[in-house]
């Protein structure tokens, strides 16, 4: 029974380069979630994505963060042009087509800026 | 202000002892209300979670809300060493129903053998 997963786990970018960061939902759930979290603060809400649609994206930076769920493959967080406060934990949260069932979590990607 | 607030502790307790863990809230419209529990360099895992107002068990959990004191808090009896991490509370208005997750900062949790 395969949870969220999220790969890379592990991600190094310099400074101005890209990164994807990518997220598998649980199987039968069709709505995702991305997190962020920086060091000593709690998780902050990004960006809500069902299949091909953006639902809410009143939590992401309006310049460089991108993010998509194809109707194929998995959802992608895309951060352009990266800087160090980019730096982060990112957690993706899928649940399922239903109202009824809270998120579950993946183990994240750290995000680490040279 | 931050719309959830929680003691970041860290809040040692001995081992068998009762884990009392609470968050408080500002914004009346949230409705759904969860725990996490997240060990180091892992993800959220869901613990508990409630809608609107009232208790659930499950097991050595406990949680509560109190929505006219905006107030929610979980119980974790007969604690273990395993017990040991972050607890994390979580919120979402009606209009988000179980998405849109607000965060409090967390709690870290330490159980002594």
């Known amino acids: 029974n395969a949870g969220v997963m999220q790969n890379p786990r592990h991600l190094v970018r310099r400074r101005g380069q890209e990164a994807r960061l990518r997220c598998s939902p649980m199987k039968g759930h069709s709505h995702v979630y991305w997190y962020r979290q920086l060091p000593e603060e709690g998780l902050k809400f990004m960006v809500y994505?069902?299949?091909?649609?953006?639902?809410?994206e009143s939590g992401m930076p309006k310049e460089r963060f991108s993010a998509e769920f194809p109707k194929e493959g998995p959802s992608i967080l895309r951060i352009q042009q990266v800087v160090r406060g980019d730096s982060a934990a990112y957690f993706c949260?899928?649940?399922?087509?239903?109202?009824?069932?809270?998120?579950?979590f993946g183990d994240g990607t750290r995000l680490s800026i040279l | 202000q931050k719309e959830v607030e929680q003691d970041p502790g860290p809040l040692s307790v001995p081992e068998g002892a009762i884990v009392s863990l609470n968050c408080t809230y500002s914004?009346?419209?949230?409705?759904?209300f969860m725990w996490y529990r997240q060990y180091s360099r892992k993800g959220p895992e869901l613990l508990m979670y409630?809608?609107?107002?009232g208790n659930k068990e499950d097991g050595r959990f406990t949680a509560q809300v109190d929505k006219s004191s905006k107030y929610i808090s979980l119980f974790i009896r007969d604690s273990q060493p395993s017990d040991s991490a972050t607890y994390l509370c979580a919120m979402s208005r009606l209009t988000d129903s179980w998405g849109k997750l607000q965060f409090g900062a967390g709690t870290q949790v330490v159980v002594t053998p």
């Open positions: 409630t809608y609107s107002s």
């Open positions: 949260a899928s649940s399922p087509g239903n109202s009824n069932q809270p998120q579950h």
């Open positions: 994505l069902q299949k091909e649609n953006i639902i809410d």
């Open positions: 914004n009346s419209a949230f409705q759904y």
